[in-house]
Structures are given as structure tokens and as C-alpha cells.
């Protein structure tokens, strides 16, 4: 991404920026493992929508912003193994550097790589896939595509779910739900739309 990054304070926030408008993650500086955002609350709801106390065992984000979202499962799922894709290296020393991402591990490794090429090489099953990758326009280009979604379900485990950030659709979320309702043949739920205009679509696979 060619986009400047940019930190910034207030009121005990520090919020991360891609040329200082557009907000790509938070974090309350005496909480930095509490979701500050509420969107990043709604997808974390993917977790109960299965009730084995060892899900997630393996999960993938697309999309490391502040790191939120990684921090919040590695504190929580300790035993979860946890591989996060991001597209520019910079996001991730950011994350590491001022939002207290933690190094990796055994259980979590940060990959610097285009999310849509790295499902389309992905050899391993997820029990949850979650996708908040955006540009500096806050647009998703191809994450949000039917073979994109495709490949999504492909690598969920039996037990796989996909939570999906739809914010920054050019045709609206209804758009790119539509994907995902393809993808899924039709079974799956979007959230009402956030404060913050971000846009929250689940779906599971079925057992068989």
C-alpha cells in the first residue's frame, strides 16, 4: 500500500490511521487486550456459535490493523494456533511497536503476504477465519470476491466459521454479503451495522 500510517491519542485511545482519516484499528492504552471497537466485539461473536471448549484450535486473520483481534484470541485461546496475513509489513511493525502485538510464537505468526494469494495456496483447515483486510481508501478490493469466499469455505474445518469486516463496500454490504451468501449457498447472517459503519457477516459450516 502506498499510504502513509499514521498514530494517534485521545482520551486514552491510541488509534491507528492509513493517511490520517481513515481509522484502521484502537486500542485503550490502560486495556490494550480489551476490544476498544465495537465491531471487533460483534466478530468475536463467531466464538459462540460453537460450544467445544477447544474451538478455535487454528484460526486465520486477514488483516492485522492494530492487532486487536490477534491479541484478543492469543490472551484468550492460549492453546490456539494463530496465523495472521498481512499485506504490509510497516501495519506489523506498528502493531508490534505501539500496540503491544505480541512477538511470535508457537502459537502465533504474522505473515506478511496478499491475504486473496495466500488462501488460494492454504494447504490447512481452519475452525475460524476472520477477515478485516483493507487499503488505504478502506476498501477490500479482492478479499471481497465470490472465489475469494470460495476458497474461504474450502478451508474451513467441520467446524469452521468465517466472520467477515464489510465496511468500505463500493456497492454497500448488501454487495458483498451477496458473495458470501453464494459461496455458502445462502446460510448465512449479517449484523445490524455498527456506530462506525462497519458491517459484520457469520457463517459456519455445516456438519455433515
Not at 9 to 31: C, P, Y
Not at 96 to 101: A, I
Request: with cysteine.
Amino acid at each position: 500500500m502506498k499510504c502513509t500510517i499514521d498514530i494517534q491519542e485521545k482520551n486514552g485511545v491510541r488509534t491507528l490511521h492509513f493517511d490520517s482519516r481513515w481509522m484502521q484499528g484502537a486500542m485503550r492504552i490502560a486495556a490494550p487486550w480489551h476490544l476498544e471497537l465495537e465491531y471487533t466485539r460483534v466478530m468475536m461473536a463467531s466464538l459462540l456459535m460453537r460450544d467445544d471448549s477447544s474451538f478455535p484450535r487454528n484460526a486465520l486473520l486477514i488483516g492485522l490493523g492494530a492487532g486487536s483481534l490477534a491479541k484478543f484470541l492469543y490472551l484468550n485461546f492460549p492453546l490456539a494456533h494463530l496465523a495472521v496475513v498481512e499485506i504490509d509489513p510497516r501495519v506489523a511493525d506498528v502493531a508490534h511497536r505501539h500496540f503491544e502485538l505480541p512477538d511470535d510464537s508457537e502459537t502465533l505468526k504474522v505473515v506478511i503476504g496478499d491475504g486473496v494469494e495466500y488462501m488460494s495456496v492454504a494447504d490447512e483447515s481452519y475452525d475460524l477465519i476472520l477477515v478485516d483486510g483493507f487499503d488505504e481508501h478502506a476498501h477490500p478490493g479482492d478479499l471481497n470476491t465470490l472465489p475469494f469466499y470460495q476458497a474461504c469455505r474450502a478451508r474451513l474445518s467441520e467446524q469452521g466459521v468465517l466472520a467477515v469486516n464489510l465496511v468500505g463496500l463500493s456497492h454497500g454490504v448488501k454487495g458483498g454479503f451477496a458473495h458470501i451468501e453464494t459461496a455458502f449457498e445462502g446460510r448465512a447472517v449479517m449484523f445490524p451495522m455498527c456506530k462506525s459503519g462497519n458491517t459484520i457477516a457469520l457463517r459456519r459450516r455445516e456438519r455433515r
